[in-house]
Nanobody, 124 residues
Framework: QVQLVESGGGLVQAGGSLRLSCAAS????????MGWYRQAPGKQRELVAA???????NYADSVKGRFTISRDNAKKTVYLQMSSLKPEDTAVYHC??????????????????WGQGTQVTVSS
């Protein structure tokens, strides 16, 4: 069974930095795009950043120049380095990965998997 486990959230003052990590494990054949989403109270979940297996990235306009997404394919891990944090970055951050799972449909298709979420709180 595939699992995504996030770490690195917490409380930080405005202007500070945090680094999130998300490690995938289980019956993984391959991982395509990995990404980070966030959901603030009363708001819809939104894409923060994503990175393909080849290293191409895209970012939400609100985080460009402040956040950097990266991945270590050997460790099946994606990172989100967050700098110059603002109070409006406060949210639960969820890791997402598109994975071919050997125990699901014989590994023929990709499915989206989600982590449990990690809270990021930025105080003003």
């Amino acid at each position: 069974q595939v699992q995504l486990v996030e770490s690195g959230g917490g409380l930080v003052q405005a202007g500070g930095s945090l680094r999130l990590s998300c490690a995938a494990s289980g019956s993984i054949i391959s991982i395509n795009t990995m990404g980070w989403y966030r959901q603030a109270p009363g708001k819809q979940r939104e894409l923060v950043a994503a990175i393909t297996s080849g290293g191409s990235t895209n970012y939400a306009d609100s985080v460009k120049g402040r956040f950097t997404i990266s991945r270590d394919n050997a460790k099946k891990t994606v990172y989100l380095q967050m700098s110059s944090l603002k109070p409006e970055d406060t949210a639960v951050y969820h890791c997402n990965a598109r994975i071919r799972d050997a125990q699901r449909m014989g590994g023929r298709y990709e499915y989206d998997y989600w982590g449990q979420g990690t809270q990021v709180t930025v105080s003003s």
